[in-house]
């Protein structure tokens, strides 16, 4: 269900934001994450936490700030044989002009060794999504934002989403202050140049923020229609614990590909101009969300009618 945004080409007097996303540190991010060293970065393993250690280290260089002074945030997470492991989902913000939140979001973890012993490296799912969210950390640490951006790390997704929802199960700020959440979750392997972001089925009034400036990228809306069945990705990332919370969302990601879950979803096989357009997108996009204080109000009552 493709439907390509044809709205006009300047909303808030949009500058070009792309030059604000580091290309460098982005590509260093993302390919030092999806590295054997960390050998698919499987919740519950050592080298899961090696990842987290990272991420943390990234946090603290850019400038983000902890919720009392730890990143960490502890879960147990279930594996599907029942078993009880530690998750830790990492948390940091970027405090703005008001309290009001949005939260920024990406999976760290992926799934690890596959029984033939190779590793699963996890490129695109989802380094590539916690490599953008570090961009933006970057950008929204030297350019104060409006609202107070949270961004996540989320563990155990490939398990069910089980970091998201120990996340909103147990909030560092009240679930009244959220605003809502930007997901992103694959967003560096498209052959076509297309970048799908899914949620305006259910929160229309978000569309008129969707557009870049970028001529080198589509940003199509679709993928979130139940009617859809399997290709309904409300709840296929961790967008989908906030909408179980009535929180408004948007998620941006890519359509499958041949390396999704295989050893091949390797640094090397990914669009790297094409993760830089797509994260220079996702920036652009949000500040047409953040600057525009109506927004404040608008998801506040679209919040207050669906309780």
Do not use: C
Not at 64 to 89: C, H, M, T, W
Not at 162 to 169: D, H, T
Not at 198 to 221: D, I, Q, S
Not at 283 to 292: C, K, T
């Amino acid at each position: 269900m493709k439907k390509l945004l044809t709205l006009p080409l300047l909303f808030l007097a949009t500058a070009i934001f792309a030059q604000d996303i580091n290309r460098k540190q982005l590509l260093t991010d993302i390919e030092v994450l999806s590295s054997d060293v960390y050998k698919g970065r499987k919740t519950g393993t050592k080298e899961n936490q090696m990842a987290a250690d990272y991420i943390i280290k990234r946090f603290k260089e850019i400038g983000v700030k902890p919720y009392k002074n730890n990143f960490k945030q502890s879960f147990i997470a279930k594996n599907r044989k029942g078993e009880d492991l530690q998750g830790y989902n990492l948390v940091g913000y970027v405090k703005g002009k008001t309290d009001k939140v949005i939260v920024i979001s990406a999976h760290y973890d992926h799934i690890g060794i596959s029984s033939n012993y190779l590793i699963n490296n996890g490129a695109d799912d989802n380094a590539s999504g916690v490599s953008a969210l570090l961009a933006l950390a970057g950008y929204y640490a030297k350019n104060k934002p409006t609202h107070t951006l949270i961004f996540a790390a989320f563990d155990a997704e490939e398990m069910g989403l089980q970091g998201a929802k120990a996340f909103v199960a147990r909030p560092p700020v009240s679930l009244s202050k959220i605003r809502m959440n930007i997901n992103m979750d694959m967003i560096s392997h498209n052959d076509r140049s297309e970048l799908y972001v899914a949620g305006t089925y259910y929160y229309p009034e978000l569309k008129k923020y969707m557009h870049t400036t970028n001529p080198n990228l589509k940003l199509l809306t679709g993928h979130d229609d139940p009617k859809l069945g399997k290709d309904d990705w409300t709840d296929q990332s961790d967008q989908g614990a906030f909408h179980q919370k009535k929180i408004p969302f948007l998620y941006f990601g890519v359509e499958d590909h041949a390396d999704y879950h295989r050893p091949s979803d390797e640094f090397q096989n990914i669009n790297k101009e094409f993760f830089y357009n797509a994260a220079s997108a996702i920036l652009e996009v949000l500040n047409n969300i953040d600057q525009d204080r109506t927004i404040q109000s608008l998801l506040h009552e679209r919040v207050i009618m669906k309780n």
